[in-house]
């Protein structure tokens, strides 16, 4: 038991970023996950105005080393480019239903 | 499978595709129905005062506009574009040399499908690559000299009934389509079309400003604008309306928006060409 508790609180000091929740590299994995799709939206004529700037801004927080603001900023952007490709894929048809 | 059911299969394949090639209306029959929508819409408009944008269906803000205009702050603008105009290159030629009847009152028949190119050419595209064939650098899209030109082209063409023509040709159908597209869709984080603003919601109110109808959009352009302080094109005009609803603007003179522009002034034949013009 003692040495389950000992090595237990060793894996907590040894590695803070697994329980700080997110590291560098998964913030890096988001970031290019959201440039992928932003790209793919504009290709597609519908990307959205501030997409790349929240990028931008991720990659910049990241480079500060503000890990947990820079993965809400880029989940953010993540998030846009997905909406702005289903946005283009229901309009393809929809745009109809504003035609008089 | 009995022959029967097979028989009436194809009946109502054939008749849903009959169906389907009825469907796609004409560029003639939306237009049609573009401006039967405005005038159900607005039935105080008279005439051809659609032209005057936001203040044919708002007499508040009409009187103000008509002061501005007894002392119109376009005019410097014409006269700079005449100059501009007649200012002759540096291997002798002009403007005047690219155009049809000299450029003067030729702005009704822009943009055109040009089935060589096999694309839209608008009127600043076309003084561009006027400028550019005669060895001179083109100017901004935007504002500035090619504005101030195509202010002047605009103002001998005053009076001229819009007649943008859709030749036959597929690809002139297609830019058309593309264009339309554009209007109808909705767009950016807001998810807003051009036809929100500009018709199922025109003349309501937007923050500080009552959306004109998208009928009488394209006569009056360049604009003079109290808010840029300066002359502009319609395509810097798209940007900005792209933008208000979070979509990424696209560039002055790209393709998508000549065929914005190629589907918007189609919806505005028969309106008299007035520009430039002025507004808020």
């Known amino acids: 038991m003692k040495k389950l508790i000992i090595a237990l609180l060793l894996a907590v000091f040894l590695s803070p970023t697994a329980f700080a929740g997110t590291s560098a590299k998964d913030v890096q994995k988001v970031i290019n996950e959201a440039e992928t799709l932003r790209k793919e939206a504009a290709k597609l004529h519908y990307e959205w105005r501030d997409t790349k700037k929240q990028i931008k801004k991720a990659q910049a927080l990241l480079k500060e080393g503000k890990v947990d603001k820079a993965m809400k900023v880029a989940k953010h952007a993540r998030l846009e480019g997905q909406r702005a490709i289903e946005q283009a894929k229901r309009e393809s048809t929809h745009y109809k239903d504003l035609m008089p | ?280």
């Open chain 2, 1 to 280: 499978m009995n022959k029967q059911l097979v028989k009436t299969l194809l009946t109502t394949v054939a008749i849903m595709l009959a169906l389907s090639s009825v469907a796609q209306a004409s560029p003639e029959e939306d237009r049609q129905a573009f401006v039967k929508f405005f005038h159900d819409r607005f039935p105080n408009v008279k005439g051809d005062d659609w032209i005057n944008g936001v203040y044919a269906i708002d007499s508040a803000s009409r009187a103000q506009w008509e002061e501005i205009e007894d002392f119109p702050p376009y005019e410097i603008y014409v006269d700079e574009g005449k100059k501009l105009f007649e200012t002759k290159f540096a291997n002798g030629k002009s403007l005047a040399d690219c155009f049809e009847n000299g450029g003067i009152g030729i702005k009704q028949n822009y943009p055109y499908f040009d089935t060589k190119r096999g694309e839209v050419v608008t009127l600043e595209l076309a003084i561009n690559e006027c400028r550019e064939k005669n060895g001179e650098k083109p100017w901004g899209w935007k504002k500035g000299k090619l504005a101030a030109v195509s202010a002047y082209m605009a103002w001998t063409s005053r009076g001229k009934k819009t007649n943008v023509k859709i030749p036959n040709d597929p690809r002139a159908l297609a830019a058309y389509e593309a264009g339309k597209k554009h209007f109808y869709s909705r767009r950016g984080q807001l998810n807003m079309a051009c036809a929100h603003c500009h018709m199922h919601y025109s003349g309501n109110k937007l923050r500080a400003d009552i959306t004109s109808p998208a009928l009488g959009h394209t006569t009056h352009f360049p604009v003079f604008r109290s808010k840029w302080g300066s002359l502009g094109t319609l395509h810097r005009r798209f940007g900005g309306c792209n933008k208000q609803v979070r979509a990424k603007p696209f560039k002055a003179q790209s393709e998508e928006y000549r065929n914005l522009e190629y589907f918007l002034t189609y919806m505005n034949n028969g309106l008299p060409i007035n520009g430039p013009g002025a507004r808020k």
